[in-house]
């Protein structure tokens, strides 16, 4: 009988490993962030091991008691954070929120507006031919947002000539990927209704920057239902959610439960009543830094020469900056060459790629995020030394420099800020 004692260990040590690195690394992921201590503590407690099914007070399980007065108190922690009248905490991930407001307001073969990949749509939104879980999952035709590259940001005169080409549109998917400018919810939400759509906002990227005020107010602006992961500027644990008036409550209770969901991992509903409460207290603060910071990194980018997408309006509004690199080779390619010097940054499909014959392995373009290195605390300061570290990385020819420069940039930075107690960001032990 052969012993697994030392597999069993090794993932450990492995854990342990990958903490280390990501401590003395520039993590620039930008649908990535850190939790706080006590969220990382009740991620690991019982409520990980239970069910519960339906909602808070009509279970389908018994052993509840606890489990529904933390839902409950999510609910209202959440609808009060995204001023919203109606909110489902349940959804495990953005993908499978997308998918219950697909269920529960559209059919098979009806359409639905969003983005290409290219330009900023996510997977979720696409098409079947890209095994888009729009296409793929829900059989929706997906018909494009007409999108103006020079503004990085989507055309509304010529989205509206698409719409009225149109028979009919049943959801317009608003939000995106690649994120780095407010969309025009308010200038198209009209047009969209008209033609008999439902306006839907994906806010799994910015639903922190929405939260802190510091973006743009879907809610507010026409759109109807909104979308979000609780993981990406907004710091909690992985998983969704989603808000809409209360007219839409109960198709969309029901496309959740049990449409999409059955087990819906009850300690991460702890963990977003209390990310929620995080930023009711920190978040305006939060958001605010994660801009001014994105901008700092995106300006000292662009005076070092790197070509940031964006630059008729600032490079960005949000906590994302683009960077087309084909002048020293694809983002593929240089995904790895700063990964191999701990910058751990996304290739990226950037507009003009697909007809350039740049598919997602070699695309023209990487995506940086500053909402970690905000959330340890880094300001103003601290992104001009990231811009620089990430240009020279970029070169590739000072490789000992560069982790040694972000080696001793981390230093200080080690800890979660913007919550009730400073803690750890790489604790595992
Ligand atoms: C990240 C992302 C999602 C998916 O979220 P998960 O929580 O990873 O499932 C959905 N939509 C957009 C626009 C995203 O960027």
């Known amino acids: 009988m052969p012993s697994y004692g030392s597999e069993f260990k090794s993932v450990i040590a492995r854990v342990r490993s990958h903490e280390r690195w990501f401590s003395e690394s520039l993590p620039m992921i930008a649908s990535e962030n850190v939790t706080s201590q006590p969220i990382r503590d009740v991620l690991s407690s019982d409520l990980g091991h239970r069910y519960a099914e339906g909602w808070p007070g009509e279970r389908v399980y018994a052993g509840c008691k606890f489990i529904d007065q933390i839902e409950l108190q999510a609910i209202a922690l959440g609808k009060k954070l995204f001023k919203a009248d109606f909110i489902d905490v349940r959804p495990i991930s953005g993908v499978v929120a997308n998918l219950a407001v697909y269920s529960a307001l559209s059919g098979p073969g009806d359409t639905m507006l969003a983005l290409s990949i290219p330009n900023g749509g996510h997977i979720s939104h696409g098409k079947k031919d890209f095994s888009g879980s729009a296409g793929l999952v829900h059989s929706l035709n997906v018909e494009y947002l007409a999108f103006d590259k020079d503004s990085m940001n989507i055309d509304v005169d010529e989205t509206k000539k698409r719409i009225a080409a149109l028979n009919s549109v049943k959801l317009a998917m608003f939000g995106a990927s690649l994120f780095l400018f407010p969309h025009p919810v308010k200038e198209l939400a009209q047009t969209i209704r008209d033609k008999g759509g439902v306006v839907c906002y994906d806010a799994a990227h910015v639903a922190g920057l929405i939260a802190g005020g510091q973006f ?14 609780t993981h990406k500027t907004l710091f909690g644990p992985q998983g969704g959610a989603i808000v809409a008036g209360t007219e839409f409550a109960d198709p969309l209770k029901k496309a ?19 990310v929620f409460a995080e930023f009711l207290q920190f978040g305006r603060k ?8 994105a901008q700092a990194f995106a300006g000292r980018l662009a005076d070092l020469g790197e070509k940031v997408l964006g630059e008729k309006n600032g490079y960005t509004m949000s906590h994302q900056v683009a960077v087309d690199v084909m002048k020293y080779s694809d983002g593929g390619v240089m995904e790895k060459l700063l990964e191999s010097q701990n910058v751990i940054v996304n290739r990226q499909l950037i507009p003009g790629d697909l007809q350039a014959g740049r598919h997602y392995t070699n695309p023209g373009g990487i995506r940086l995020g500053v909402a970690e290195l905000t959330r340890l605390g880094m300001g103003k300061t601290e992104m001009k030394e990231t811009a620089e570290v990430v240009h020279l990385a970029l070169g590739g020819k000072k490789k000992r420099e560069v982790v040694g420069r972000i080696r001793e940039l981390r230093k200080g930075f080690q800890k979660v800020k913007y919550s009730f107690k400073d803690s750890p960001a790489y604790s595992f032990n």
Do not use: C, I
Request: charge should be neutral; avoid cysteine.
């Open 216 to 229: 743009q107010d879907p809610l507010r602006e026409g759109a109807q239902v909104m979308t979000f992961s």
């Open 256 to 274: 959740v439960f049990p449409g999409t969901t059955s087990n819906h991992h009850l300690h991460s509903v702890a963990g977003k009543a209390m």
């Open 286 to 293: 939060y958001a605010k830094d994660v801009v001014a910071n």
